[in-house]
């Protein structure tokens, strides 16, 4: 795996037409990934798009529900041929249990690979001032992260998402094998925007990461074709 392979894309764009025109501007990615606002606006089929170009896909529609309708998403999501499935740790262990044995029956059955359902554990948009004062959680921010995450791998989970401040910890923690993945992630020369808990891409990677999911700095750029090997540079 080259350094590259772990830069996750978002294709946080509002048409499948913009999303294909991102995922031809930028060959050199390898793994990308489908949020709420291109799957709720353009449906599916961008899914079949990734495939058939041979692209690691990370479904991200976090999702967060009771454990039957969340175990329902999950399976139908396993059918789609992904790589990384997202749902909120604070479904509860029932939920996440739920949703990760569904995943792997549905995926089993059609007889795909089993993705990988990871927990969201705070997002990285959430300050310890508003997880304490709007949120009323009564625990430090890292380590309430660091609770959800062993919540998410006490209940079969293969992984969670954090953001970069708090990696080291979930990977001392949780150990070698569990897959963690930040957002939140900022090289020196882009800007923070709405993400409060941030690192550059390599600090992100030297402290316990194994994908970082980096949007802006390069979607946003002037050239993002220089930014994502800007960013592959600082890496290496
Ligand atoms: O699940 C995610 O990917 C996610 C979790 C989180 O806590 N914070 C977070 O920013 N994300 C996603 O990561 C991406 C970050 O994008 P940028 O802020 O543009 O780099 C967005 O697509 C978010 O939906």
């Given at each position: ?20 025109a991102l995922i031809e501007k930028l060959p050199q990615v390898t793994f990308w990934k489908v949020g709420l606002e291109l799957f709720v ?170 994908y970082l999911v980096v949007g802006r700095p390069i979607t946003a750029a002037d050239d993002p074709v220089r930014a994502f090997d800007r ?6």
């Open positions: 795996m080259s350094v590259s392979d772990c830069i996750i894309v978002p294709l946080d764009v509002p048409s499948e037409l913009e999303a294909i606006s353009s449906g599916p089929s961008i899914l079949k798009i990734l495939n058939d170009r041979q692209k690691r896909i990370f479904l991200d529609l976090k999702f967060h529900d009771i454990p039957n309708t969340i175990a329902g998403a999950c399976a139908a999501a396993a059918r789609y041929g992904v790589d990384l499935i997202t749902i909120h740790a604070t479904c509860g262990k029932e939920g996440l249990q739920h949703a990760q044995s569904a995943m792997q029956t549905s995926a089993e059955q059609a007889g795909l690979p089993v993705p990988k359902l990871i927990a969201i554990t705070l997002l990285t948009s959430i300050s310890s001032r508003s997880l304490a004062f709007e949120l009323k959680i009564p625990l430090e921010l890292p380590e309430y992260a660091l609770h959800m995450a062993l919540l998410a791998q006490a209940s079969g989970l293969s992984g969670a998402v954090c953001s970069p401040q708090e990696v080291a910890q979930l990977r001392q923690s949780c150990g070698d094998d569990f897959t963690l993945v930040c957002p939140g992630v900022r090289p020196t020369w882009a800007e923070v925007g709405d993400q409060k808990r941030v690192m550059t891409p390599a600090a992100a990677l030297k402290a316990g990461a194994n960013i592959c540079e600082e890496l290496s």
